[in-house]
């Protein structure tokens, strides 16, 4: 079962960066532009990308597993950089989880406008400079060291 959910990993993770970029260009529309609909369609996408995340680290924890197992039996695996991958994924669900928690209560509190929009938008960049760093290291893995491929 856990190379299974090893070998989704590969396939998960492209969701939530999809909808994490997607999510920060829109929310950067929104406030832009002022249009409700940018504003929505961004919350929606930070909702979604917080749930696939979910299911990437799950399965990148799986992954991480799998890859100790092989290194248990004689494989070199570059268990430093998966632990630094693994740390900024770990920070990146945590903070836009924290970003979805705190967007969703301004706008349920109906208090998302002037100084809060521009707060959450600089939040937003924070994040997906977070997610960059995140991507490059995962994008090291397979480059550099042929894992998941």
């Known amino acids: 079962m856990m190379e299974v959910l090893a070998s989704l990993h590969a396939k998960i993770i492209h969701f939530p960066i999809a909808f994490l970029m ?58 430093n950089a998966i632990g630094e991958h693994e740390q900024y994924a770990t920070i990146i669900l945590w903070y836009f989880a924290v970003l979805l928690v705190v967007r969703s209560y301004l706008v349920f509190k109906k208090k998302f406008s002037g100084v809060f929009k521009y707060g959450v938008l600089i939040l937003a960049f924070i994040g997906g400079y977070l997610l960059y760093e995140t991507s490059e290291y995962g994008g090291k893995l397979v480059y550099k060291y042929g894992l998941g491929t």
């Open 22 to 79: 997607l999510y920060i260009l829109l929310e950067f529309l929104g406030v832009t532009f002022k249009r409700d609909f940018f504003s929505k369609a961004a919350h929606l996408l930070l909702l979604l990308a917080v749930i696939t995340a979910l299911f990437a680290v799950f399965t990148g924890s799986q992954a991480k597993a799998l890859a100790q197992k092989w290194g248990a039996g004689g494989a070199v695996i570059p268990l």
